[in-house]
C-alpha cells in the first residue's frame, strides 16, 4: 500500500556534516565540502569550529579573508562553497535558556531541529510550526526562510523574537524583538552575519492527529481553502504523470497517543519507477484506487516531520495563494508533455505572510511548489523546465534550492531587497561574507 511514509522516507537519506574541528583555529588537515545530496562541492581553506559566541568574534576580529557559515548542508543552492574557511556551529548547540512567562526559547544557532522537540516539550512549550525534514540546524533554516505548512501558519522566521549576531568583522550585535535589523537578519542566506543565538516565539506542547488519503489532485485543488481551513497544517503530494496526489492533514487534539503504521516493503514504489512513462499514469491511477485513508496521533515534533531515505535535489518557488492551483497544474502538464522521468512526487504546501525582509512569504499568504530530482541524475531538464513557469507566476526562490535568479529578478520580486542589500554592504563592506553565488544574488563583485 502506498502510504505518506512509504513516499516520504524514500526521499531522504540521514547525513551528518562531519567536518567540524575541536577548537576556533582551523584544522590544519582539509577534506572537500560535500553538500547532502553531493550535488555542491568545495576545497575550503579550512575549518574553524568556535566554543562561544566570544570565540567567534575573536577569530573573525583576528583575521581575514572569505567565510562561509555552514550547518547541516543541507542546501542544494551555492550559498556554502567557498575557497574561504568554513564556520561550523556545531559547538554551538543546544538549548540556552527559557522565558517561560512569555513562552519563548533560546537556542545556539547550531543546534538541529530535530533536537529542540523533546527539550521544548519537557519545558512545557512546543514550536508553533516545523518543517518537512528537521535534519537542519536553526542558522541554516532561518538563514533560508525554511517552511512546513498551514495557511495559518508562518515560516520558521516569522516566529524569531530575537537574535545574536557576530559580524564578519568580529562586532556582537543583540538584536531583540523590536530592533530595526531584526527582519533582515531573520532570514539572511548567512550574508549579515553568523547566527549565534536565536529566540523563538512558542506555544504550549499539543498533540497532532494526522490523516493521509488519495484523491483526484483536481478534486483537492479545488477543496484546498477549505482543507486548509479545517486543518491546522494541510499539504497534498501530487503524484507526476497521474490524476492523483496524496494528501497529508494534520490537526491538534487531545486523543492518546497512536503511533503510526510501520511502512511496507517499497516495491510498489519500485515498480512504478520501473514503468516506462508512457504507461506510467494507468498503473498509479490503479494503484491510488486501493489505497485506504491512514490515521495517527503524535507529539507535534514528531508528527510535523520526516525521516527520508533517499538522496536528491529539489526546486522550489513560493506563489501567490490565489495563482497556485494554476501554477502547479501547469507545471504537471509540462512534465508530462515532455515525458519528464520524475518518480518522486511534488509537494504542494500554504504559509501565512510575515514581515521578513527576504522570506518568500513576505507581504502574503503564498504556496510552494517543489520538484525533486533524485541524486546522480541530471536535474537540468526538469528544473529548467518548470522554473520559467514559477517566474510566470510571480515565484520566488527558496533560497536553500537550486534556482538561477540573479540580482535584477530578485530586486523584482522583494521589496525590501535594495534595503536589504544596502544593509549588507554597512555590516560587511568588504564582503568577506560573499562566495560567488552571493555575489550574483547582490549585484557585487565576488
Avoid at 12 to 27: C, D, E, I, N, Q
Avoid at 81 to 99: A, I, Y
Wanted: charged share 20%.
Amino acid at each position: 500500500m502506498i502510504t505518506r511514509r512509504r513516499l516520504l522516507a524514500s526521499s531522504l537519506l540521514p547525513f551528518v556534516f562531519a567536518g567540524g574541528t575541536k577548537a576556533a583555529a582551523a584544522s590544519a588537515t582539509q577534506a572537500p565540502w560535500l553538500n547532502w545530496s553531493g550535488y555542491l562541492r568545495a576545497e575550503p581553506a579550512g575549518r574553524v569550529a568556535p566554543g562561544s559566541t566570544e570565540e567567534l568574534a575573536a577569530w573573525l576580529a583576528e583575521t581575514s579573508g572569505k567565510v562561509r557559515p555552514v550547518g547541516s548542508a543541507h542546501s542544494f543552492s551555492p550559498l556554502v562553497p567557498t575557497k574561504g574557511h568554513l564556520l561550523v556551529l556545531d559547538r554551538l548547540s543546544g538549548l540556552d535558556s527559557l522565558l517561560a512567562a512569555s513562552s519563548e526559547a533560546v537556542f545556539h544557532a547550531g543546534t538541529r531541529l530535530s533536537d529542540t522537540g523533546q527539550p521544548l516539550w519537557q519545558a512545557g512549550q512546543a514550536m508553533f510550526n516545523l518543517p518537512d525534514i528537521d535534519r537542519q540546524t536553526i542558522a541554516g533554516a532561518l538563514a533560508t526562510s525554511t517552511h512546513g505548512t498551514g495557511a495559518r501558519l508562518q515560516s520558521l522566521s516569522g516566529y524569531v523574537s530575537g537574535l545574536e549576531l557576530v559580524t564578519a568583522s568580529g562586532e556582537i550585535l543583540v538584536l531583540d524583538a523590536g530592533h530595526e535589523f531584526l527582519p533582515a537578519a531573520a532570514v539572511s542566506l548567512g550574508a549579515l552575519g553568523v547566527i549565534t543565538k536565536a529566540t523563538f516565539r512558542n506555544r504550549t506542547p499539543f498533540r497532532v492527529r494526522t490523516r493521509t488519503w488519495v484523491e483526484e489532485t483536481t478534486t483537492i485543488l479545488d477543496k484546498f481553502d477549505q482543507y486548509s481551513r479545517e486543518w491546522q497544517h494541510f499539504e497534498m503530494m501530487p503524484l507526476l504523470h497521474s490524476d492523483y496526489a496524496l494528501a497529508i492533514a494534520h490537526q491538534e487534539t487531545e486523543a492518546e497517543l497512536q503511533p503510526p503504521a510501520e511502512p511496507d516493503d517499497d516495491s510498489l514504489l519500485t515498480l512504478i519507477g520501473a514503468t516506462p512513462v508512457p504507461l506510467r499514469g494507468a498503473l498509479i491511477n490503479s494503484l491510488a484506487q486501493t489505497v485506504e485513508p491512514t490515521e495517527s496521533v503524535q507529539r507535534s515534533y514528531e508528527a510535523l516531520t520526516n525521516v527520508r531515505m533517499t538522496r536528491f535535489n529539489e526546486m522550489e518557488y513560493s506563489v501567490p495563494a490565489d495563482v497556485g492551483a494554476d501554477c502547479l497544474l501547469e507545471v504537471m502538464r509540462a512534465v508530462a508533455e515532455n515525458a519528464v522521468d520524475v518518480v518522486i512526487p511534488l509537494e504542494y504546501r500554504i504559509i501565512d505572510a510575515d514581515d521578513t525582509w527576504l522570506s518568500m512569504f513576505t507581504g502574503s499568504p503564498r504556496v510552494s511548489i517543489s520538484v525533486h530530482r533524485l541524486a546522480g541524475e541530471d536535474f537540468n531538464p526538469l528544473f529548467n523546465l518548470v522554473e520559467p513557469i514559477f517566474w510566470k507566476y510571480g515565484g520566488r526562490p527558496h533560497w536553500g534550492k537550486w534556482h538561477s535568479l540573479g540580482h535584477s529578478e530578485l530586486r523584482a520580486l522583494y521589496p525590501k531587497f535594495d534595503d536589504f542589500t544596502r544593509l549588507r554592504q554597512e555590516l560587511d563592506p568588504a564582503g568577506r561574507l560573499l562566495n560567488p553565488h552571493l555575489a550574483k544574488l547582490f549585484g557585487v563583485e565576488a
